[in-house]
């Protein structure tokens, strides 16, 4: 009998990556997963392919990004090759970066918000000094969970308008 099942947990998948599904698609399902899905998610890891296809969209070197996500330059590099499973809680921290950027975006009433992509313009933002976080780059957060939380705070306090 698992742990779970003790407690009253039922078994949830992880959600995986497929190009077929395309990026956007599986951001959506993240944003609307179940806690227990994120976890198994975590734990999992996601395909290699996810975080090449959202490096693309963000213009960013598929290195830059998995660096600024605590993965090696040659363990990503060999996952790349191989579309192996990367670290699942790196990229669960990225998505909640994108699922904060884009509330903004869709509470926005600005005309400019209805073709917005948000996934672009958070690479483009994460590679800029930003004050709130004392001149520092936000990927430079992007490593631990804990620095994960501190950009979020920072991408949440945008909304308010408290930095600009």
Do not use: C, H
Not at 7 to 29: C, E, M, Q, W
Not at 42 to 56: N, Y
Not at 59 to 80: D, F, H, N
């Amino acid at each position: 009998m698992k742990i779970g099942a003790k407690i009253g947990i039922s078994p949830v998948d992880a959600l995986t990556y497929t190009r077929r599904k395309g990026l956007d698609g599986f951001l959506n399902r993240m944003y609307s997963a179940t806690p227990m899905q994120t976890l198994e998610t975590e734990r999992k890891g996601v395909s290699a392919d996810f975080l090449a296809d959202l490096a693309k969209r963000m213009e960013v070197p598929y290195v830059w990004l998995a660096t600024a996500l605590g993965i090696s330059k040659a363990t990503a590099s060999r996952k790349a090759a191989t579309n192996a499973l990367i670290d699942g809680t790196a990229v669960v921290g990225m998505i909640k970066l994108l699922s904060v950027a884009q509330d903004i975006v869709d509470d926005s009433t600005a005309p400019e918000a209805k073709n917005f992509d948000t996934v672009k313009w958070l690479g483009n933002w994460m590679d800029r000094p930003q004050p709130a976080l004392g001149g520092r780059k936000p990927l430079e957060f992007l490593d631990s969970p804990t620095g994960v939380s501190i950009v979020a705070k920072v991408l949440g306090a945008m909304r308010s308008g408290a930095y600009q």
